[in-house]
């Protein structure tokens, strides 16, 4: 429990006039480094080479102390990527729509969550259970609630509704992830992959054992230029989810409707 309140203390307190503190600053601190500065390291490291290489002593290394002069500042690693999520999350732009349909609203929220994960790739694969209760997950919350008024859900309909949205953005964003990995690992774009093994792949697709898998493959692929396209995934999910949604919103015969 006590490192849980101290994470709390860092989400929501502001970060103490050490030179204020009665007789100076605390022991083990290094002057000029604050619990921001290693939550930008944390974020600038994870952004670069990924979330695994975030580590306490990765991260001391990078600012130049020892990691136990870390641990004065975050108790933690897990505390740490708390921080450093709830950085990314107070930093969102948020566009306030209130007069738009609620389809542009909730496209809007979709936008906002899929750049976060394009930009921080690794904020895609933290659990969505045990998020950061800090400032900027709540802000975010806040927005994110607000565009549902008016679709005539109760309290729970609209947090499932926010959460089935978000979750579909992250999944997305996660395959995305998933398929830029590979590509770097392979050297090699889908489509060069594909081409590469076009001739071996010819056993495979047996037009009279797979009749079905073998058109709708040969038409899908000539179609997205790959075996799968993220950006045509994501547009193709987020318009069955928000239809999915209609069937909820629209059934409850609420002011604009039709919205």
């Known amino acids: 429990m006590g490192e849980v309140r101290r994470?709390?203390?860092?989400l929501w307190l502001p970060e103490p006039d050490e030179t204020?503190?009665?007789?100076?600053?605390?022991?083990?601190?290094?002057?000029?480094?604050?619990?921001?500065?290693?939550?930008e390291a944390g974020i600038a490291m994870a952004d670069a080479e990924g979330l695994d290489a975030v580590s306490m002593r990765r991260v001391a290394?990078?600012?130049g102390v020892v990691p136990m002069t870390l641990y004065t500042y975050v108790p933690d690693k897990n505390a740490l990527l708390d921080l450093m999520l709830d950085r990314l999350y107070l930093a969102m732009p948020r566009a306030?729509?209130?007069?738009?349909?609620w389809r542009e609203r909730l496209t809007a929220v979709a936008e906002e969550n899929r750049r976060l994960y394009a930009d921080h790739p690794w904020a895609a694969s933290l659990?969505?259970?045990r998020p950061p209760l800090?400032?900027?997950?709540?802000?975010?919350?806040e927005h994110?609630?607000?565009?549902?008024?008016?679709?005539?859900l109760d309290d729970v309909e609209r947090d499932s509704a926010l959460t089935f949205l978000i979750g579909f953005v992250q999944s997305a964003a996660r395959t995305e992830a998933d398929v830029r990995s590979a590509a770097t690992r392979s050297g090699a774009t889908d489509y060069e992959w594909w081409s590469e093994r076009g001739p071996i792949f010819e056993m495979v697709f047996d037009?009279?054992?797979?009749?079905t898998a073998t058109r709708v493959g040969a038409a899908a692929g000539e179609a997205l230029g790959a075996a799968y396209d993220p950006g045509h995934a994501y547009v193709f999910g987020l318009q069955r989810v928000l239809d999915g949604l209609a069937v909820l919103i629209e059934g409850r015969g609420a002011p604009g409707d039709s919205r």
């Open 61 to 63: 290394q990078e600012l």
């Open 96 to 101: 306030g729509r209130p007069d738009r349909p």
């Open 207 to 211: 037009t009279h054992r797979y009749p």
């Open 7 to 10: 994470t709390i203390e860092l």
């Open 127 to 129: 659990p969505a259970s």
């Open 134 to 141: 800090g400032p900027g997950l709540m802000a975010k919350y």
């Open 20 to 39: 204020a503190e009665a007789g100076g600053r605390k022991r083990g601190r290094r002057p000029g480094l604050t619990v921001t500065r290693v939550v």
């Open 144 to 152: 994110e609630l607000r565009a549902f008024d008016g679709c005539g």
